[in-house]
């Protein structure tokens, strides 16, 4: 029976579900090859994809152009024909994701309604309606990506917010992310068992919450190897992990313990 007294999040439909989608190797058409197509390219390049671009050379943008000549996507020069959602020249296998930027309104509901017979999902640009996903507005700092959406409703107002956010967040917040990540790599090696997981969690969590930005950006490899020998109990003040540099051990130097803020004594 549930507790009268529990109180739970308030339901707020008519919102997006917000995904970091993996497509690395996935083959993702793009139709189109102006402005809007090039800002649809990099985000999918930007997530490792294979992307290839069906569009007419005199379509293609400066931008666009530069991607053809470097090798970053492959081109199909000419319109977009059905049978590329069944099997793409040059890829020889159908698309994993279908992303539409012409200037013709007729034509890219064709290819939406292509794209649902074939189960694809598709963003077909500036048409809300026939949209499986939406592109929002992303501030990216190395590994860390924050997303703004506004659900196709004011993709203006989406950059603004996004770049009102990106001046708030300190300097180095993807280094400090980075670190962090090799942290987590070294713990995972250290005790790799699925049971030692909630406690990895756990441990991760204090070594988050005690140090810095610029303090987790200035860990060293070494510092991350001796952070490790306090697993799982412990999460020493930065001041002892730098008294460690060089090979010393904690018992080397003398140190007091209360809520284990270890104190070097000069």
């Not at 992303?138 to 993709?155: E, Y």
Request: charged share 25%.
């Amino acid at each position: 029976m549930a507790n009268p007294n529990q109180t739970f999040p308030k339901v707020q439909g008519g919102g997006s579900l917000i995904l970091a989608w993996q497509v690395k190797n996935k083959v993702v058409l793009v139709v189109g090859g102006g402005e809007v197509a090039a800002g649809r390219i990099l985000n999918v390049l930007n997530a490792d994809a294979k992307v290839v671009v069906v569009c007419p050379s005199s379509g293609l943008n400066a931008e666009v152009r530069h991607r053809v000549d470097n090798g970053e996507v492959t081109h199909i020069d000419r319109v977009f024909e059905p049978a590329d959602l069944e099997r793409l020249p040059r890829t020889e296998s159908s698309p994993d994701m279908v992303l539409v930027a012409v200037d013709d309104p007729a034509a890219s509901t064709q290819i939406w309604k292509l794209c649902k017979e074939h189960r694809i999902p598709a963003n077909i640009a500036d048409v809300p309606s026939e949209c499986d996903f939406y592109f929002g507005s992303v501030h990216r700092d190395g590994p860390l990506q924050i997303m703004v959406s506004t659900n196709g409703k004011g993709p203006r107002l989406a950059a603004s917010i996004r770049k009102w956010i990106g001046k708030q967040l300190p300097s180095g917040v993807g280094n400090a992310i980075e670190r962090v990540g090799e942290l987590r790599v070294k713990l995972r090696k250290m005790a790799p068992n699925p049971e030692d997981g909630p406690k990895r969690m756990r441990w991760m969590t204090r070594v988050s919450d005690a140090y810095s930005w610029d303090d987790m950006c200035a860990l060293t490899d070494e510092d991350m190897d001796n952070l490790l020998v306090f697993y799982p109990s412990k999460v020493p003040a930065l001041h002892v992990l730098k008294a460690m540099r060089g090979g010393k051990a904690p018992e080397d130097f003398d140190v007091f313990d209360g809520s284990f803020g270890f104190s070097v004594v000069a």
